[in-house]
């Protein structure tokens, strides 16, 4: 038996119970995973309510993504595509485990897994990001929000625009590259985005939803790039009138990283590669968000769901 967090029911972080369930073992292609730290998403949150992308089959333990070593002590991080993250021992698919540069420590391996990633993603091919434009990073002190600030400046961005919601999480992201922080509770998001940058928005990375991504979506520039990828904030923006979004060219993108792993070229592995180089030539750097025992699954989702973290949280299963 090992320890482990399971949802028995939907609902909020309550519903996160450490229990003694079965050691999993692993089948043909898979490979087993002494855990020793846990990556925590906000997808994560959605899974427990079950208003996640896909729907979520009841007993389930939550998480995607862990490092740790195989049995024949191989250092590797993996992607869980069927859960079964939170726990002490964990089960991932070959094809899914990749292994870990002895100079990258688990932090910057779990911030580049699925966030590190994610923004990769995001900017190169859902926004095709050319050198000098312009680029908005929503909750840019967030998991995904750290590290596209930086991948923007490293890769040409004109001018980096970060939004957050305190003056503590705005000073992180100047500190990351970012070129001008804006309150994210700004009552007209739209002005606020033009002022910050003359004018002229060309790119803008949302996973906040409702009217940020409203008035996001009105402050591009002709031929602007909104990339939607979250809704943080529980609330569905506006639907998008396609004849609005010729009056300034304007493209709007969906991206949820699952379907990256069903391209041609094994995008992913070559894009988890690039950010282990850049983080180990001090380009990019995680940001550590807070480590919780395994036994307070609870309180870490309630912490990530009030959304005053900011970069990579941890669940350890050591503790």
């Known amino acids: 038996m090992m320890r482990a967090v399971q949802v028995t029911e939907f609902g909020g972080p309550e519903m996160l119970r450490t229990v003694e369930v079965p050691e999993p073992t692993a089948g043909p292609g898979q490979v087993l995973i002494e855990v020793s730290r846990i990556g925590i998403n906000y997808a994560d949150t959605h899974q427990v309510e079950n208003s996640y992308q896909t729907p979520t089959t009841l007993p389930f333990v939550p998480g995607s993504e862990v490092v740790g070593h195989t049995p024949d002590g191989r250092r590797v991080a993996a992607l869980l595509t069927g859960g079964g993250g939170y726990a002490e021992r964990a089960v991932a698919d070959a094809?899914?485990?990749?292994?870990?540069?002895?100079?990258?420590?688990?932090?910057?391996?779990?911030?580049?897994?699925?966030?590190?990633?994610?923004?990769?993603?995001?900017?190169?091919?859902?926004?095709?990001?050319?050198?000098?434009?312009s680029v908005v990073v929503h909750?840019?002190?967030?998991?995904?929000?750290?590290?596209?600030?930086?991948?923007?400046?490293?890769?040409?961005?004109?001018?980096?625009?970060?939004?957050?919601?305190?003056?503590?999480?705005?000073?992180?992201?100047?500190?990351?590259?970012?070129?001008?922080?804006?309150?994210?509770?700004?009552?007209?998001?739209?002005?606020?985005?033009?002022?910050?940058?003359?004018?002229?928005?060309?790119?803008?990375?949302?996973?906040?939803?409702?009217?940020?991504?409203?008035?996001?979506?009105?402050?591009?520039?002709?031929?602007?790039?909104?990339?939607?990828?979250?809704?943080?904030?529980?609330?569905?923006?506006?639907?998008?009138?396609?004849?609005?979004?010729?009056?300034?060219?304007?493209?709007?993108?969906?991206?949820?990283?699952?379907?990256?792993?069903?391209?041609?070229?094994?995008?992913?592995?070559r894009a988890l590669s690039e950010l282990f180089d850049l983080a180990r030539s001090g380009e990019i750097r995680a940001v550590a968000g807070g480590e919780h025992p395994l036994s307070d699954a609870r309180g870490a989702h309630e912490a990530l769901r009030s959304r005053g973290t900011v970069g990579k949280l941890l669940l350890d299963p050591t503790a």
């Open 95 to 133: 094809a899914m485990t990749f292994p870990v540069p002895d100079d990258v420590d688990d932090l910057t391996a779990l911030s580049m897994l699925v966030q590190g990633t994610t923004a990769w993603v995001l900017l190169r091919k859902s926004a095709h990001l050319e050198p000098g434009e």
């Open 139 to 269: 909750a840019a002190a967030g998991g995904v929000g750290t590290i596209a600030v930086q991948l923007a400046k490293a890769w040409g961005a004109g001018r980096v625009i970060a939004t957050a919601s305190t003056t503590d999480k705005r000073m992180l992201t100047l500190g990351l590259g970012a070129d001008v922080a804006v309150d994210s509770r700004a009552d007209d998001m739209r002005t606020a985005l033009l002022d910050a940058n003359g004018g002229r928005v060309d790119i803008v990375l949302d996973m906040v939803g409702g009217t940020t991504t409203d008035q996001s979506l009105a402050a591009l520039a002709p031929f602007g790039r909104l990339v939607f990828y979250g809704m943080a904030g529980r609330e569905q923006p506006r639907p998008v009138e396609l004849r609005n979004l010729l009056g300034h060219s304007s493209t709007v993108a969906g991206m949820w990283l699952p379907h990256v792993f069903r391209l041609p070229g094994n995008l992913y592995a």
